[in-house]
């Protein structure tokens, strides 16, 4: 990994305690069910296989494990891994799946996630951000044709 790719990433202050309190208020699965684990120490994170790195302000925002299969489809279209999207790129995605199981009554559908959001890289397609590097966006002119919902304009760590 370069040296410029480790320094954007900062020490997680994430602890057991954090996330034992997510455990308590539903949003993430016990230890035991997910084998979750805190990345304090590691700069950057290191996943083993089959683990990838995640952040809790997306859990706050609605991302759970094990993710979805749309999910994991969204990943895998635009070319990129958790850790690249914006927190509220994670609530863009959890409100589009509850529109689509609660609301609609249907699987959460890719084509109309596409019609609806695009995916901004940043600073540019060719090199994106390690962190946060990627996020997605309600298309131009469909603001009145969505449902209206407020985002964070500032994450804090």
């Not at 609609?104 to 951000?129: A, T, Y």
Request: glycine share 8%; hydrophobic share 40%.
């Amino acid at each position: 990994m370069e040296s410029a790719e480790r320094e954007a990433w900062k020490p997680s202050k994430c602890t057991d305690f954090h996330l034992h309190g997510l455990v308590k208020e539903s949003l993430l699965q016990p230890r035991k069910k997910i084998n979750w684990r805190r990345a304090i120490g590691d700069v950057p994170p290191r996943e083993e296989p089959q683990e990838i790195v995640a952040f809790l302000s997306f859990v706050l925002r609605g991302f759970a494990i094990p993710a979805s299969d749309f999910f994991c489809g969204l990943l895998h279209y635009w070319g990129v891994q958790v850790h690249h999207l914006t927190p509220n790129s994670i609530l863009h995605i959890s409100i589009f799946v509850h529109l689509c199981e609660a609301y609609l009554g249907i699987e959460p559908h890719f084509d109309l996630f596409r019609h609806l959001f695009h995916l901004k890289p940043q600073p540019r397609s060719s090199s994106i951000d390690t962190i946060g590097g990627a996020g997605l966006q309600l298309r131009q002119g469909l603001g009145l044709k969505y449902i209206p919902y407020k985002l964070s304009g500032k994450v804090i760590d």
